[in-house]
T-cell receptor
Framework: SAVISQKPSRDICQRGTSLTIQCQVD?????MFWYRQQPGQSLTLIATANQGSEATYESGFVIDKFPISRPNLTFSTLTVSNMSPEDSSIYLCSVAGLAGRLSYNEQFFGPGTRLTVL | AQKITQTQPGMFVQEKEAVTLDCTYDTSDQSYGLFWYKQPSSGEMIFLIY??????QNATEGRYSLNFQKARKSANLVISASQLGDSAMYFC??????????????FGGGTRLMVKP
């Protein structure tokens, strides 16, 4: 598996501010994704981070609220913009396709970022 | 309709006993994959096991095995010889489409497993 790190691991933010979460992988990966897990809930896919192009967002998520960057094959950022208390969640990045290996049968997650919005 | 259903919000099991966590899925794709993850209280998502729709044998990984019943569209996780460290949330997830369809996963609601000493 890959070693995936996220920064920050947790944060408490004020309403109306923005937070950028970083995801770093120790090897090149084909695919990177961002998920949200609201308190007591399951995981929901926000978007697929595409290297060198705009992310692909799932229904209910928009680029203005969750801008995503992926400048290379090992790094991605997710920004939560103009935050409200409803954005309080765990945000997780996940990766698939390690070092050119087939990707369909494995997907690994970072440790997550616990965000609390006051 | 829910794509992934986990009907057991919470379960208890005695240490050293086996436990089955249920998962049913709904898809019209012929090619798909099923994943199980463990989420301890720390919040990390730990990959446990994978079953492909065309795999003829049930997947096994150590104490974890997947009871795959394709006609019933079920992919239950079996944990043998439960340990206290198995106490966690367990999520079933599905990837739809073939191998090149991308790895976007749809998750079930999860089952909280509590192992009693």
């Amino acid at each position: 598996s890959a070693v995936i790190s996220q920064k920050p691991s947790r944060d408490i933010c004020q309403r109306g501010t923005s937070l950028t979460i970083q995801c770093q992988v120790d090897s090149q990966v084909t695919m990177m994704f961002w998920y949200r897990q609201q308190p007591g809930q399951s995981l929901t896919l926000i978007a697929t981070a595409n290297q060198g192009s705009e992310a692909t967002y799932e229904s209910g998520f928009v680029i203005d609220k969750f801008p995503i960057s992926r400048p290379n094959l090992t790094f991605s950022t997710l920004t939560v913009s103009n935050m409200s208390p409803e954005d309080s969640s765990i945000y997780l990045c996940s990766v698939a396709g390690l070092a050119g290996r087939l990707s369909y049968n494995e997907q690994f997650f970072g440790p997550g970022t616990r965000l609390t919005v006051l | 309709a829910q794509k992934i259903t986990q009907t057991q919000p919470g379960m208890f099991v005695q240490e050293k006993e086996a436990v089955t966590l249920d998962c049913t899925y709904d898809t019209s794709d012929q090619s798909y994959g099923l994943f199980w993850y463990k989420q301890p209280s720390s919040g990390e998502m730990i990959f446990l096991i994978y079953q492909g729709s065309y795999d003829e044998q049930n997947a096994t990984e150590g104490r974890y095995s997947l009871n795959f019943q394709k006609a019933r569209k079920s992919a239950n996780l079996v944990i043998s010889a439960s340990q206290l460290g198995d106490s966690a949330m367990y999520f079933c997830a599905m990837r739809e489409g073939g191998d090149n369809a991308g790895n976007m996963l749809t998750f079930g609601g999860g089952t909280r497993l509590m192992v009693k000493p």
